[in-house]
């Protein structure tokens, strides 16, 4: 029976959401691209990784952002071997497409290369190799580069998984990119990064993304999970809004607007505002804000329940239902269910609807 990895089983999409979110975990190019290997190589059973960025004006001259488990002197010998490296010579022909070693040249061929014999020397064996040049269209490009030491191929599968990251890869790079573009518009912008409790996306329409915040990209998939989708991966109703806005120039000067979703016990605002640029180029940030509407757990329940069950009981409070909370805690549907029947065991009641009741009826009677 064939093993199921993330990339065709039900974890799929959570493990992507996963790798998308720390690709948005910082905007230092370093620190991004090593959070997401930490991923990547668990997923993708990789043994080294690397991540290459031409230099402004050089286009065949490269630094090294990211570098993980490779010796130094890879590098340092690098430049020498450069013309000889059968995975950059391959993937910057197919740009933005995930190619195997295999598609590159045969196993008898690598064996030969420049590049193969440098890493035995150093005690490096690259048997298996699975790479993509990424193109951002801005006169930069990079590569992402994974490799194995022992001789068993990337699959197909696994192929597919990083291909399906790719445009959120070439993404990533740009943005780092341009944030010290971005840092010379003044503190406008960490003010908003660092504001306690807003997640923010800001974007140039109508097709630079500029910044993330970490979860402001499992926050959109939580509540538009179903939704259509069309630029930088927002939903549809988001970007009318936008472009509804962008319309409406300078007759909306401070530059607000506020949309709020709804569901039982929580909504979510989202804030537009236009932040100063120059003419044509008006960049916007969206400002998103949860808030909880529930009833509040007692706090003497948490002396009868374990963390996760509180975890559990908070959400049922906040009208989530059963395959929400299952998606959002990463756990299984008949996990969720056995930890609500002990927590119905441990408050003494029959049901969920009783439990939201027992909660608000112990808020409007507490000091």
């Not at 445009?167 to 840092?183: F, Q, Y």
């Not at 609807?353 to 027992?358: N, P, R």
């Amino acid at each position: 029976m064939r093993a199921k990895g993330p990339w065709d089983s039900s974890q799929g999409e959570q493990v992507l959401l996963e790798v998308m979110t720390a690709l948005s975990s910082s905007l230092d190019l370093s620190e991004v691209f090593s959070n997401s290997y930490e991923i990547l190589s668990r997923v993708l059973a990789a043994d080294f990784g690397g991540l290459c960025v031409s230099r402004p004006g050089e286009p065949h001259q490269y630094d090294w952002p990211m570098v993980q488990d490779m010796p130094q002197a890879f590098f340092d010998r690098y430049p020498e071997i450069s013309d000889e490296c059968f995975v950059s010579s391959a993937v910057i022909q197919q740009p933005n497409t995930v190619l195997r070693d295999s598609e590159m040249l045969p196993r008898q061929a690598m064996w030969n290369t420049a590049m193969y014999s440098h890493c035995l020397e150093l005690n490096m064996r690259v048997e298996r190799v699975m790479s993509v040049a990424l193109d951002m269209g801005l006169g930069w490009h990079s590569g992402f580069t994974l490799y194995r030491d022992k001789r068993k191929a990337f699959t197909s599968r696994e192929q597919a998984f990083l291909q399906r990251l790719t445009p959120i890869l070439a993404r990533t790079v740009r943005n780092c990119l341009m944030l010290g573009d971005m840092a010379r518009q003044g503190d406008l912008l960490e003010q908003l990064f660092r504001h306690t409790g807003l997640e923010s996306i800001v974007l140039s329409p109508p097709h630079a993304e500029l910044m993330r915040t970490p979860r402001s990209t499992a926050l959109l998939h939580h509540w538009f999970p179903d939704a259509p989708c069309g630029r930088f991966g927002l939903p549809q109703v988001l970007l009318d809004a936008l472009e509804g806005l962008g319309r409406s120039g300078q007759r909306m000067l401070s530059g607000q607007d506020v949309l709020t979703f709804w569901r039982p016990g929580r909504s979510l605002k989202v804030t537009f505002l236009r932040l100063p640029g120059p003419p044509g180029r008006t960049p916007w940030a969206l400002l998103f804000q949860e808030v909880s509407h529930g009833a509040q757990a007692p706090a003497h329940w948490r002396k009868r329940l374990t963390p996760r069950e509180m975890d559990v009981v908070e959400r049922v409070l906040n009208g989530w239902d059963n395959q929400t909370i299952a998606e959002d805690m990463g756990s299984s549907l008949n996990t969720l269910k056995t930890h609500l029947k002990r927590v119905f065991v441990k408050l003494a009641v029959p049901s969920r609807s009783k439990l939201i009741l027992l909660a608000q009826e112990r808020s409007v009677h507490s000091p």
